[in-house]
């Protein structure tokens, strides 16, 4: 296929550093018959940030339907559906079978992914992240201007600047993309998975006012991935063509299952959401739904028709990828879902749901003031008896013993490594108790 070069956008390369302390690539032996790509989805699958999504909010923080879907649910069909796309695509493409089965299996791993940055409370936890960070700013800058150069290898302005604009893009990237060996917080996936995970290919210090998946600290391993990829061309960085096969898987699931959990709920009205599921059929009067269809059968029938539509609209995109980047905008079966997340946003209104990210911003923000008192304390070897009881129920009393030497920067990156990798319920419970 004329301009892509699929040896390179496949590579099963990972990071990892070297003697010298430098980022490297390197390729790490698999057991026959697993593949690198196979070990991705392994090491995701059971891994426990990965269980704990089943307990963060998809949309509707603690639902009262405990079968609405969550970010686990969501991000196991995200990935089924991108390994569809990504399965019919390369066989309209006529790629190689080793390379059908590698796309198919990287972008299953990009899906079962793209969420494991996200904090409690969806979207809302972001914000209520970022607005903690803004309001402490000046404690947080302190800590970081008390670094020696040789402790933190980063400015305290860029991390200040990451710690402001946290994303949960940028996190999932973090986690899965560190090089720490032997540490089950971190995933090393290979490049061809982490280019299908990058939505908006940019540093949070490029990005300026706009959307990013890679935080400042993060840029060296990010730009080691984009090179070995073969996505730099000239000042910028392209996207990865599988990484819109789990966008679109992405927002597919987003839109079309949502709107089922929201009928599900009694936000929306059943007749409403059946119009709106038959707006997005290519061709709704050949579709064979009969009048009384149910949600979920519709459902069902809609994401098949629209995995088939965009199928064929990327196939022609493929064939021609410098038309990818206007790919969302030219795409008609992107305008029909389009339609569908404009018609959805009503769902963000409802009372209940408000009341509980209102509810989640003090929460979040009292669990982020007890482990910044932890931080400011925790290279004091006798701190007072109940800054001690603090330090176990934070980060635990031996973990603060092992890193007791470790930056205040690196100290900030764990404490949100910690606080976003609650659940819900954990971090509800972990408020609670606090005096």
């Given at each position: 296929?004329?301009?892509?070069?699929?040896?390179?956008?496949?590579?099963?390369?990972?990071?990892?550093?070297?003697?010298?302390?430098?980022?490297?690539?390197?390729?790490?032996n698999?057991?026959?018959?697993?593949?690198?790509?196979?070990?991705?989805?392994?090491?995701?699958?059971?891994?426990?940030?990965?269980?704990?999504?089943?307990?963060?909010?998809?949309?509707?923080?603690?639902?009262?339907?405990?079968?609405?879907?969550?970010?686990?649910?969501?991000?196991?069909?995200?990935?089924?559906?991108?390994?569809?796309?990504?399965?019919?695509?390369?066989?309209?493409?006529?790629?190689?079978?080793?390379?059908?089965h590698?796309?198919?299996?990287?972008?299953?791993?990009?899906?079962?992914?793209?969420?494991?940055?996200?904090?409690?409370y969806?979207h809302?936890?972001?914000?209520?992240?970022?607005?903690?960070?803004?309001?402490?700013?000046?404690?947080?800058?302190?800590?970081?201007?008390?670094?020696?150069?040789?402790?933190?290898?980063?400015?305290?302005?860029?991390?200040?600047?990451?710690?402001?604009?946290?994303?949960?893009?940028?996190?999932?990237?973090?986690?899965?993309?560190?090089?720490?060996?032997?540490?089950?917080?971190?995933?090393?996936?290979?490049?061809?998975?982490?280019?299908?995970?990058?939505?908006?290919?940019?540093?949070?210090?490029?990005?300026?006012?706009?959307?990013?998946?890679?935080?400042?600290?993060?840029?060296?391993?990010?730009?080691?991935?984009?090179r070995?990829?073969?996505?730099?061309?000239?000042?910028?960085?392209?996207?990865?063509?599988?990484?819109?096969?789990?966008?679109i898987?992405?927002?597919?699931?987003?839109?079309?299952?949502?709107?089922?959990?929201?009928?599900?709920?009694?936000?929306?009205?059943?007749?409403?959401?059946?119009?709106?599921?038959?707006?997005?059929?290519?061709?709704?009067?050949?579709?064979?739904?009969?009048?009384?269809?149910?949600?979920?059968?519709?459902?069902?029938?809609?994401?098949?028709?629209?995995?088939?539509?965009?199928?064929?609209?990327?196939?022609?995109?493929?064939?021609?990828?410098?038309?990818?980047?206007?790919?969302e905008?030219?795409?008609?079966?992107?305008?029909?879902?389009?339609?569908?997340?404009n018609n959805?946003?009503?769902?963000?209104?409802?009372?209940?749901?408000?009341?509980?990210?209102?509810?989640?911003?003090?929460?979040?923000?009292?669990?982020?003031?007890?482990?910044?008192?932890?931080?400011?304390?925790?290279?004091?070897?006798?701190p007072?008896?109940?800054?001690e009881?603090?330090?176990?129920?934070?980060?635990?009393?031996?973990?603060?013993?092992?890193?007791?030497?470790?930056?205040?920067?690196?100290?900030?990156?764990t404490?949100?490594?910690?606080?976003?990798?609650?659940?819900?319920?954990?971090?509800?419970?972990?408020?609670?108790?606090?005096?």
């Amino acid at each position: 296929m004329s301009g892509l070069d699929w040896d390179k956008l496949l590579t099963p390369a990972r990071a990892r550093l070297n003697t010298e302390g430098q980022l490297v690539p390197y390729f790490q032996n698999e057991p026959p018959p697993r593949t690198p790509a196979e070990a991705d989805i392994q090491r995701i699958l059971f891994s426990a940030p990965f269980r704990r999504l089943a307990g963060k909010t998809q949309v509707h923080p603690l639902a009262r339907v405990d079968y609405v879907h969550n970010r686990l649910t969501h991000s196991l069909e995200v990935a089924e559906i991108g390994t569809s796309l990504a399965q019919s695509l390369a066989a309209a493409l006529q790629l190689s079978p080793s390379q059908t089965h590698a796309c198919a299996l990287h972008v299953k791993a990009a899906g079962l992914g793209h969420d494991i940055g996200n904090p409690p409370y969806g979207h809302a936890g972001e914000y209520a992240i970022q607005a903690w960070v803004a309001a402490n700013e000046e404690q947080l800058g302190n800590l970081l201007a008390a670094d020696a150069p040789a402790v933190s290898t980063e400015s305290p302005a860029a991390i200040l600047e990451d710690l402001r604009k946290f994303d949960g893009n940028a996190q999932a990237f973090r986690l899965l993309s560190h090089p720490a060996p032997r540490d089950d917080a971190y995933f090393r996936l290979t490049f061809a998975s982490l280019g299908a995970l990058i939505k908006y290919p940019k540093t949070s210090a490029e990005a300026e006012n706009a959307k990013f998946s890679c935080f400042q600290t993060s840029r060296e391993i990010f730009h080691l991935v984009t090179r070995t990829l073969g996505l730099h061309c000239a000042e910028t960085v392209c996207r990865h063509p599988l990484s819109y096969l789990t966008e679109i898987a992405d927002d597919i699931c987003y839109c079309v299952t949502d709107c089922e959990d929201a009928v599900l709920m009694g936000i929306l009205d059943a007749e409403c959401v059946r119009e709106w599921y038959l707006q997005l059929f290519e061709s709704p009067t050949t579709a064979g739904i009969k009048a009384d269809a149910s949600i979920s059968f519709l459902r069902a029938k809609v994401i098949g028709d629209l995995v088939r539509c965009f199928t064929n609209d990327l196939v022609t995109a493929f064939e021609h990828p410098e038309t990818l980047t206007s790919f969302e905008a030219t795409s008609p079966t992107w305008a029909r879902l389009h339609q569908l997340k404009n018609n959805y946003k009503v769902v963000f209104d409802d009372a209940a749901k408000i009341r509980k990210e209102l509810h989640a911003q003090t929460e979040i923000h009292r669990t982020l003031d007890a482990f910044l008192s932890v931080v400011q304390t925790v290279h004091n070897e006798k701190p007072a008896y109940s800054m001690e009881l603090l330090q176990k129920y934070t980060f635990g009393k031996a973990f603060i013993h092992q890193h007791r030497r470790r930056s205040n920067a690196w100290w900030l990156h764990t404490m949100l490594d910690s606080v976003t990798g609650m659940t819900d319920h954990s971090l509800h419970q972990f408020c609670a108790a606090l005096p």
